[in-house]
């Protein structure tokens, strides 16, 4: 019996990987092989999840400022990216948090952290910030990483489990030990990252925003941030990585920042 389903999910391998197989915003190939829906059910689940464990802020201005800057974030890229599949809507919240941090999950679910604000010092810092996540939901990249961390066998098991419901579903993200985890714990490679930083920088442009900031917006990181491992030890790229990065794709984003309206989040 045990010889029999090996043989299947070898003969199922390959169509299931070519299935699997599509390419990014910016073209790059990479295998998605968990289905969307389960996808955007993690992604609502850690966003509950996290909505229960931490009060969001009651400062209006602040919330108005984040929903303003996201705002405009989201409809530039869904106006860029219009061939990505996109999530239906979008809901913003700031949580009271010290740590400057922000994420984006499956699903269209959108957190900023309060102290994110004392590092992002302006609108157009932190439109770099909520871009870069956006981008990460565009391309697919928790998909990707959830792939490459589950490895080809359980991932064809997620396929495999489709037709057994909602109950197939919450039992293979208990077995895997997914829980509320993906989005929030779940790391991103350093390809995931770099190519999040390039498409944030393209969507902040088209949205009015002065791309800039975002090289201003890493080196106040850097401030805070304190050391950082080696760039081979981490998943994510060295500051001073990033900022000549996104520095040698400047010209085309100031190109798209002077075409658009410029954005006015005060």
Known sequence: MRLRFTLRLLMLLPLTLMA????????????????????TQMGEDAFDQLQSQQPASSDVAVNRQVQCVAQKIVNAAEEYYSAAELPDAWEVVVFENPSPNA??????RIGVNTGLLRVAETPAQLAAVIGHEVAHVLADHGNERLTQQLGIKAALLVVGMLGEGDFGQRQLMQALGLGAQLGISLPFSRTHEEE???????????AGFDPHQSVALWRNMATVGGGQPPEFLSTHPAHGSRIEALQQAMGNAVEAYNDSNPADCS
């Open 196 to 206: 999040a930083d390039l498409m944030g920088l393209e969507i902040m442009a088209r």
């Open 103 to 108: 994420f984006a999950l499956p699903g269209g």
């Open 20 to 39: 699997g197989c599509e390419e990014t915003p910016n073209g790059r190939s990479q295998l998605t092989l968990v289905p969307e829906n389960l996808m």
